[in-house]
């Protein structure tokens, strides 16, 4: 456990230090040293230490000061700070925790007093890592849509009115995909719920396929409807992606009990770019609207032409 723990050291002192450095990597925990708090802050910059141990007196920057920059570090996790003095007054030992420090050491230190501190550190490490994993748990389950695995209704919106601003702003060309499976019912009538779900979830893996990772992304926005995101993807480019999201979804089989499913689905493709004198008008949830509403119309006439196709076009208002 404790080399999850990497420890940073900043003592002036070579003895001590060496000390330091001894008895914990003894320890198992993972350790570097440096003999001043500056260097030892440059190093903090660069890379995060959950755990730091620091020296008072020191030459170019003190014990507390080096306490106080780093609590005014923006970090990915809490920082357990035991500061090291051979000072005695309790005002000097307040000083040391309000400028930071969680708990303070007497030098000379007794190297098993200082692994028990540390132990009661790592406890509350230990803590905050598994408050902050639940966090992030709960921040993905929010924005997820727990059947299909992509984006849900809420997080669409916000996130489909910040790449438009950004489009809008950078002049990017933009483009979303609107997509409805067809004859979605007839499935959910002839072979129950439980193998609808099974045809979302697959039209999902397969229109995930199909897409770039790490910069396109799909967002159910409700039933059997989806927005499929295309940042900085003309109309073109959007048109050609829509084909092969319709092709891969038709090719599809889904094995479900003794039955072979095939499903297709009909698309609507809108895109922005400079041309349609957009970068002007004011960005927000509204225009997000328009442009999943004009999208919703392409996709209404690709229904009206026979479903299984693609419909495209400039999102005008
Ligand atoms: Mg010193």
New binding site residues.
């Given amino acids: 456990m404790n080399d999850s723990f990497p420890v940073l050291i900043a003592?002036?002192?070579a003895v001590s230090r060496r000390r330091l450095e001894l008895t914990l990597k003894k320890a198992g925990y993972e350790v570097t040293s440096v003999d001043d708090g500056k260097k030892a802050l440059d190093i903090f910059n660069e890379r995060f230490f959950p755990v730091v141990i620091t020296?008072?007196?020191?030459p170019e920057l003190e014990g507390p000061s080096f306490c106080r920059a780093i609590r005014n570090t923006k970090t990915p996790g809490y920082v357990y700070i035991i500061i090291l003095t051979a000072k005695e007054s309790k005002s000097d030992i307040v000083m040391g925790l309000e400028s930071g420090a969680d708990d303070y050491l007497k030098k000379p230190f007794h190297d098993a007093e200082l692994k028990a501190r540390l132990k009661t550190g790592l406890r509350i490490l230990e803590l905050e890592r598994s408050l902050r994993r639940a966090n992030d748990e709960v921040k993905r389950l929010s924005i997820i849509d727990p059947l299909t695995g992509c984006y849900n209704r809420g997080y669409l919106d916000t996130q489909l009115t910040k790449e438009l601003k950004r489009a809008l702003r950078y002049k990017n060309p933009l483009s979303i995909v609107m997509t409805d499976l067809d004859h979605f019912k007839t499935i959910n009538d002839r072979f129950g719920h439980r193998c609808g779900d099974r045809v979302l979830k697959e039209f999902i893996r397969v229109l995930s396929g199909s897409i770039r990772k790490d910069l396109d992304w799909i967002g159910r926005y409700g039933g059997e409807e989806f927005v499929i995101v295309l940042p900085e993807t003309d109309l073109k480019g959007a048109a050609v992606t829509a084909s092969r999201l319709r092709e891969a979804t038709a090719e599809n089989r889904i094995p479900f009990d003794d039955s072979m499913i095939q499903v297709t689905a009909s698309f609507g493709v809108c895109s922005i770019s400079e041309r349609d004198g957009l970068a002007r008008k004011e960005s927000g949830t509204s225009l997000t609207e328009q442009f999943i509403q004009c999208a919703d119309v392409y996709l209404y006439k690709s229904k009206e032409s026979g479903r299984n196709c693609v419909y495209t076009g400039p999102f005008v208002t």
């Fill in positions: 003592d002036d002192n020296d008072w007196v020191m």
